[in-house]
C-alpha cells in the first residue's frame, strides 16, 4: 500500500513539461451533524481550512497555468479559490499565460461541475438512504464489495473519473476540488490504499495524474496537510 507523499516535495519533484491533474477533497469544514436536513450541502470552511488552502497554492510551482474546476457545493469552490489564492500570493496571477502578477490582474474562475459532486452516484434515491445513515460504513461496504445499488462499479467507473481530468484539463495544473467519498474510491482503485470509517482521509488530500510530454502518465497519493490520514 502506497503512502501520501507531502504536497511540497510533490511539486518539488516536478519537471516543467509534466502536467498535472489533481483530485483533491476540499479543505476542513465544521463536524456536519446528523441534525443537518441537508446533509451538510451549505457547511464551509473553517478558518483554519481556508488558510490552509492558500498554503497549499503557495506549494504550486510558479511556471504553467492553471485551471480550476469544482463541486457545486460551496465548500469545494472556496477551496479551489483559495488555491488560486496562494498562487497568485506566490507571485502567478497570470494563470492563463503562466506569468508573474501583475498589478490589478484578477484571479481564474473556478468552474462548478455538477459531476465533482456526485462521481461515484449511479442512483441517488439509493445515495439518499447511504446519507441519511452510516454513510462511512456504507461508502467503505461498496469499496469492499465492488457492489452497492447507490454507486457505480467502482474499478471501472475510477478509470472514467481519470479520463475525464485528462479530457477536461486545459492547462499545466488542473485542480478538481471534490468531496472525500470520491476521492477515496479513485485513491482505492490507483493506489491500493485501505480505508476505513476509523481510518480515513484527510483534508486537502488526494490524487495526482503526471503526465510527461511523451504521454507517460505516472499517479501520486497527495497531501496538503502534515498527514493524508484522520484517525477516528
Not at 519533484?13 to 509534466?18: A, V
Not at 476542513?28 to 481550512?49: C, F, K, M, N, S
Not at 490524487?207 to 510530454?213: D, P, T
Request: net charge negative.
Amino acid at each position: 500500500m502506497r503512502n501520501f507523499v507531502q504536497a511540497n516535495d510533490f511539486f518539488a519533484s516536478l519537471k516543467s513539461t509534466e502536467r498535472v491533474y489533481l483530485l483533491v477533497r476540499h479543505a476542513e469544514r465544521p463536524h456536519i451533524t446528523a441534525a443537518d436536513a441537508d446533509y451538510g450541502a451549505h457547511v464551509g470552511l473553517t478558518d483554519a481550512g481556508r488558510e490552509r488552502a492558500v498554503a497549499l497554492g503557495k506549494m504550486f510551482p510558479l511556471e504553467g497555468d492553471a485551471v480550476y474546476y469544482s463541486s457545486p457545493v460551496g465548500r469545494c469552490m472556496d477551496t479551489a479559490k483559495c488555491i488560486a489564492e496562494g498562487r497568485a500570493l506566490a507571485g502567478c496571477c497570470g494563470e492563463s499565460q503562466g506569468t508573474g502578477c501583475a498589478p490589478g490582474t484578477s484571479l481564474p474562475d473556478i468552474t462548478p461541475l455538477a459531476v465533482l459532486g456526485h462521481l461515484y452516484v449511479k442512483d441517488y434515491p439509493s445515495y439518499l438512504d447511504v446519507l441519511n445513515e452510516r454513510f462511512y460504513q456504507n461508502i467503505c461496504s461498496w469499496i469492499d464489495s465492488d457492489d452497492h445499488p447507490a454507486f457505480y462499479p467502482l474499478h471501472e467507473r475510477a478509470e472514467e473519473v481519470r479520463k475525464f481530468m485528462l479530457e477536461k484539463g486545459t492547462a499545466r495544473f488542473n485542480i478538481f476540488a471534490t468531496h472525500d467519498a470520491w476521492v477515496v474510491p479513485t485513491l482505492v482503485h490507483f493506489c491500493k490504499m485501505h480505508f476505513t470509517p476509523q481510518r480515513w482521509m484527510n483534508y486537502l488530500t488526494g490524487i495526482a495524474f503526471v503526465v510527461n510530454s511523451d504521454g507517460f502518465e505516472r499517479v501520486v497519493p497527495v497531501t496538503g496537510m502534515e498527514t493524508g490520514w484522520l484517525e477516528f
